[in-house]
């Protein structure tokens, strides 16, 4: 018989297999193939975020010869080799940086001459909006990243930083589908955002922007924020509100990775229950949440959805870190290391927190998975687990118990997974 562990790698792999990006552009691309031949002019290509070498290597297989050039925009270390014959640009995640602001410029320039009977395939995915940016006329980086982090300290929320980012950008709301000219524009994309809002995934470049410039400002005036007179105007200038030019495909998206995530689980011989696919509380909460959820389990048989163990309780979403420490870690970490302080001395639970694009935070693990020894372990090894997770160092408290999930950029973003295993 596996063990809890076992199946719950099991389950983190099956599920990110199922959202990757190639298979969602490969389906895409051949429900629109009489479509894309139609197309007279040329096709170029641009890919963001950090599924951008996956999905533009997949289009590329499909359509060959027909793309005409590229541009495949992506964090540092996410790409490969295969893509020689398209312009490759890494860049800083989740910090832009100079290289955001070239990849921008020059994806503007590739698009810059493009007629009527031309095709843009636009291919996005999570970390677009920081590995892509232009700021808007009068607007430099500087004053994007003063103005953000005074808005992160004032405690906006991410709605408000957006709507302000987005009128500081020139490509963000909607604004690149304006460099597109009258070229179509078809753009496949995986989801990131809970609720799939298509103007605020990688901050809609290609989409008529909800948020106006009177909500920026007063985004500005509520929260007292510095400002140039230069910035100010920039945020008077309002974004597109409409974009008809443009076609979009869903790819792939966190209810995608928790459906899969059941029926893996399901095979395995648990009960799923996926609970929540939009979870966006303080990853502290979400750890103590589970853990709570996981000694229910145990411990009561008149729960309100009266678990039959073995089952797997399957969530979703986009906890957020506010933080406070100087530590290491993600979001999905911090989640495991709250949840392994709670069930310290349980069994036959296991808990883990996965980031589908196995990059969580600015660190090289996907997550933790944590079980009722795991915080006992960390004392062992002379690392206290409360201390660590309010310094936000889930990274090494976890890495002291040998509970961090190692996966390597999986070339998909779709959010993370959250798992409790009982049997």
């Not at 051949?30 to 641009?46: F, Q, Y």
């Not at 996410?78 to 602001?101: R, T, Y």
């Not at 963000?172 to 753009?187: D, L, P, V, Y």
């Not at 589970?290 to 411990?299: F, G, Y």
Request: proline share 3%; glycine share 8%.
């Amino acid at each position: 018989m596996t063990s809890l562990r076992e199946d719950a790698f099991k389950i983190i792999q099956e599920s990110i297999n199922a959202v990757m990006p190639d298979t969602a552009v490969e389906k895409a691309l051949a429900e629109h193939k009489n479509w894309l031949h139609s197309i007279k002019g040329r096709i170029v290509l641009v890919a963001i975020g950090k599924a951008a070498y996956t999905m533009a290597r997949k289009a590329s297989e499909v359509l060959g010869a027909q793309i005409d050039k590229g541009i495949v925009i992506t964090k540092y270390d996410h790409l490969k080799d295969g893509l020689e014959h398209f312009e490759c640009i890494e860049a800083g995640h989740p910090i832009l940086d100079d290289n955001s602001v070239y990849a921008a410029t020059r994806a503007i320039e590739i698009v810059s001459d493009l007629k009527q009977d031309d095709l843009v395939l636009f291919l996005v995915s999570g970390g677009g909006s920081a590995v892509f940016e232009k700021p808007y006329k009068g607007v430099t980086l500087q004053d994007i990243t003063i103005v953000s982090d005074q808005l992160l300290a004032s405690g906006a929320n991410i709605h408000e930083m957006n709507t302000v980012r987005k009128h500081m950008s020139d490509v963000k709301g909607g604004r690149f589908a304006q460099h597109c000219g009258h070229a179509k524009i078809f753009e496949i994309t995986l989801s990131d955002v809970i609720g799939n809002s298509l103007d605020t995934i990688a901050s809609g470049p290609v989409h008529a922007d909800s948020t106006t410039s009177e909500m920026a400002l007063q985004v500005i005036d509520k929260y007292q924020i510095f400002i140039g007179e230069p910035v100010r105007e920039a945020l008077k200038v309002e974004t597109p509100k409409k974009v008809e030019n443009v076609k979009t495909f869903l790819a792939g998206s966190v209810r995608d990775l928790c459906e899969s995530a059941a029926v893996t689980a399901k095979n395995l011989g648990y009960r799923p229950i996926i609970m929540s696919t939009s979870v966006d509380c303080e990853a502290k909460e979400a750890g103590r949440m589970l853990a709570s959820i996981a000694k229910e389990l145990k411990v009561s048989s008149s729960s309100s959805f009266s678990p039959d163990l073995p089952c797997a309780v399957i969530f979703g979403g986009e906890p957020v870190v506010t933080i406070s420490g100087h530590g290491i870690g993600g979001r999905s970490q911090e989640v495991a290391l709250s949840a392994a302080i709670e069930i310290e001395g349980l069994e036959g639970v296991t808990i883990f927190s996965v980031g589908s694009d196995g990059t969580d935070g600015p660190t090289d693990a996907a997550g933790g998975i944590v079980d009722g020894e795991s915080a006992q372990i960390m004392q062992e090894e002379n690392v206290d687990p409360i201390v660590h997770l309010n310094n936000n160092d889930s990274y090494r408290a976890l890495n002291a118990s040998g509970d961090l999930i190692m996966t390597g950029p999986t070339g998909t973003n779709v959010n993370d997974l959250m798992v409790i295993l009982a049997k």
